[in-house]
């Protein structure tokens, strides 16, 4: 089987706590299953066709899986040593580690640099995840 990439990398940036995104073998589409007890609602017929016949349905990568906070850390060991490395490495300790991270890359301008690097990642991870599933991918 094969997949674009690029819809491995849409589920991945869209990955949230509300849905869990899968790959319908059968489809090539990628379908939603919503929490019922974070967002209240519940799609039956979708959660009991992926019951039914789980390898159908290939779960893409959770938020839990990506591991964006482990990202941000990565791009700021990539910095050279100095302020803004150090200004980087404050921002994300403790509560509203995301909102400083984005704020302080803003003000250092590397916003580009920045997304360039989740970019890749998220890349990596796709590919990573097709390579698991024994899925050939197209760019």
Known sequence: MTIKLEQVIEAIEMSDDFF???????TGETVY????????ET???LA???ENDPKRFLRFPTKY???EYRIMEDFIEQLSPGKV???LSYSIRGKGAFRRFKESIRYHGLEQQWYDCLEKAYRDIAVRWCTEEGLAYSR
């Open 20 to 26: 869990t995104s899968f790959w319908d073998t059968k």
């Open 33 to 40: 299953l919503a929490d019922p007890l974070l967002n209240g």
């Open 43 to 45: 799609d039956e017929v």
């Open 48 to 50: 009991a066709e992926i």
């Open 65 to 67: 899986e990506i591991h």
């Open 85 to 87: 490395q150090s200004d």
